[in-house]
């Protein structure tokens, strides 16, 4: 594509590098120590094989470097496929330098019209898998602890990344821990450009192509969040909608408890069961649940989700609050307590709370509740909504922030 537009590689990633960033940025991430490019780390990736080569689990043909599968007795590990299975399974149509049916490819020649680096065994450029095999060796180590990728990437992409690097530094592992993210689905179907349903996050930031508006990045953020990672992720609008209105809850619910009389910090310790569950192989939607809790805490609580509260004093409410900031601000979500928050984004939404609020309290003058009345008036005030109630017994409101 490079060469179709007259440009270098470089030129050509750097366009799509900058809108990553510019997504990942806002889906709050926060940037990586490094940021390796593979074609910075050709020396690396040299020396890799010529490591393989030297050990006996690599071998030269017909301009070729391949690596000779056979000679790692527990090739297939990770996959859980044995060796002799996968060979029986091997494509007919082997490449005549081939030794052994699944080996595959260290180094390739270019030709004059493609991408190349001088090599011991002439102009070429790296196979799919050795670059990261590379790049993980310069900036982690031989051996690390968390190695992530898509759950489709397996086989061949890690299982052949880890034989790169296990052959070439004699180690039992290459990663202690893989972490395995499910496929992507939209409205309940598998995401593909063949069914016209694939969409970017860039898209979902800043078009209107799904559900007809632009979703914040914290929305998207607890949308993901709320499914365990290992677990297919279902872009639904309905999900959007939900998360959105979670996460208004949530800071409606902070701001309440903190604008009380007591005084007590903005933070306050992790919630132990919450950690536990993030240490249980990122169980986010079971830490999520715990956030669930802490915002079911006091009055406050109860008149937002409609729910009986399980403590009523406005220090264990700014207890909660100070610990569900703590929470939010772990899972990357504390710009959702910023009181500029999106507000173009979820004015839909707030309108709608603030109207159902304006209905019950309206129920609540009608049976006489004046209690509730109050209640719900002092919520929708620290809402920055105010009410007018008319001498034709409607009520109008208006936000003043």
């Known amino acids: 594509r490079a060469a ?3 440009i270098s590689i ?4 750097e366009g799509t590098n900058a809108i990553f960033q ?6 709050g991430c926060l940037p990586p120590s490094v940021q390796p490019r593979a074609t910075e780390h050709i020396a690396q990736m040299i020396a890799l094989v010529e490591k393989l080569i030297a050990s006996g689990h690599a071998y030269a043909a017909d301009g070729h470097v391949l690596f000779d599968v056979p000679s790692m007795a527990d090739y297939g590990r990770l996959s859980r496929r044995p060796l002799d299975e996968m060979i029986a399974g091997a494509r007919v149509d082997v490449a005549p330098y081939k030794r052994g049916d699944m080996d595959f490819v260290l180094w390739k020649p270019s030709k004059d019209s493609e991408p190349g ?3 011991p065994w002439g102009r070429g450029r790296p196979g799919w898998h050795l670059e990261c095999s590379a790049m993980s060796w310069k900036h982690l180590g031989e051996t690390f602890d968390i190695h992530g990728g898509g759950i489709d990437l397996v086989f061949p992409h890690h299982e052949n990344e880890i034989a790169q690097t296990r052959c070439a530094f004699g180690h039992e592992v290459m990663a202690n821990y893989w972490m395995h993210n499910g496929f992507l689905q ?3 179907e598998k995401m593909s450009k063949s069914l016209g349903n694939f969409v970017t996050i860039h898209e979902l930031l800043h078009t209107e192509n799904f559900g007809g ?8 953020r607890l949308a993901m969040l709320r499914t365990h990672y290992r677990q297919p992720i279902d872009f639904t609008v309905k999900a959007l909608e939900e998360a959105e209105r979670t996460l208004l809850r949530w800071r409606r619910f902070v701001e309440l408890a903190l604008s009380l009389d007591d005084d007590i910090s903005d933070f306050g310790p992790l919630p132990s069961a919450f950690m536990e569950y993030l240490a249980d192989d990122l169980n986010t939607p079971a830490a999520l649940s715990r956030i669930h809790e802490l915002a079911r805490v006091g009055p406050t609580a109860a008149l937002e989700w409609g729910e009986e509260s399980t403590a009523a004093s406005p220090v264990e409410q700014q207890i909660a609050a100070a610990r569900l900031r703590a929470a939010l601000s772990l899972l990357g979500l504390q710009t959702i307590l910023d009181p500029a928050w999106q507000r173009s984004s979820v004015d839909e939404a707030e309108s709608d709370k603030i109207k159902e609020l304006i209905e019950r309290r309206r129920t609540a003058r009608a049976t006489k509740n004046w209690a509730e009345s109050d209640r719900i008036r002092d919520a929708l005030a620290a ?7 008319n001498k034709d017994g409607t009520t109008t409101w208006e936000v003043k922030r």
Do not use: N, Y
Not at 10 to 13: G, S
Not at 22 to 27: F, I, N, R, T
Not at 213 to 220: A, D, N, Q, T
Not at 383 to 389: C, E, N
């Open 4 to 6: 179709e537009r007259g």
């Open 10 to 13: 470089r030129e050509l990633t």
């Open 22 to 27: 510019a997504d990942v940025a806002a889906l």
């Open 117 to 119: 680096w001088d090599s």
């Open 186 to 188: 939209v409205e309940g």
């Open 213 to 220: 508006r632009k979703w914040p990045g914290e929305v998207l």
């Open 383 to 389: 809402m920055g909504v105010a009410l007018k109630d």
